[in-house]
């Protein structure tokens, strides 16, 4: 067995299952091994859940390209777009995200997109976290929604609203840049 392997079968369970069935006891009985056999290649589970993650965005396309406003506009779609056929995705990318946020490509691209907009790291990272938590909100509400039976029409309008909404409080006005100087 190998490291992949066992990411891979883990990646598997929660698309096929959930979160709340993606215990080590089960990854270990799909693997066919005890489940001591797999702290040998990973820590523990929120050591899986951070490459769960880092699996799930692997396909999120990181290319530099259009201006910032742009460019985040388009990674918040991908990473939304990659994470909503995933049950319980948006945890396990919060998850992942809380407990390491360079863990993906996609979230070290996103706060250098960020980053153009800011004079400072720490308001670079603020920006960046209302922008992953605006993606992954948006993902758990349609979620949660589509268990409970209920419409999620107008989930993506919401959702790019509110991405505007974000993008906007981004780009300097005229006067917060006038202020700025002063």
């Not at 190998?2 to 883990?10: C, M, R, S």
């Not at 993650?53 to 259009?66: F, K, N, P, Y």
């Not at 742009?70 to 995200?97: E, K, T, W």
């Not at 505007?164 to 700025?180: E, I």
Request: charge should be neutral.
């Amino acid at each position: 067995m190998k490291h992949d392997e066992v990411v891979d079968a883990a990646v598997r369970i929660l698309r096929t299952h959930g979160l709340a069935d993606l215990t080590m006891r089960r990854l270990a009985r799909e693997l066919g091994v005890q489940p001591g056999a797999l702290y040998w290649h990973v820590d523990n589970k929120q050591t899986l859940l951070v490459q769960v993650c880092e699996r799930m965005l692997a396909e999120v396309t990181t290319a530099a390209g259009s201006e910032p406003a742009a460019g985040i506009r388009q990674l918040a779609r991908d990473i939304r777009a990659a994470v909503l056929p995933v049950p319980d995705g948006s945890d396990v990318v919060a998850l992942g995200y809380a407990l390491d946020p360079g863990s993906s490509p996609a979230f070290v691209r996103l706060r250098r997109l960020v980053g153009a907009f800011s004079d400072s790291p720490a308001a670079a990272r603020a920006a960046t976290d209302l922008v992953v938590h605006h993606v992954l909100g948006s993902i758990a509400t349609e979620q949660n929604r589509t268990a409970a039976g209920l419409p999620v029409t107008g989930a993506t309008a919401a959702f790019e609203r509110g991405l505007d909404l974000v993008l906007t409080s981004l780009t300097p006005t005229t006067a917060q840049r006038s202020s700025h100087g002063s």
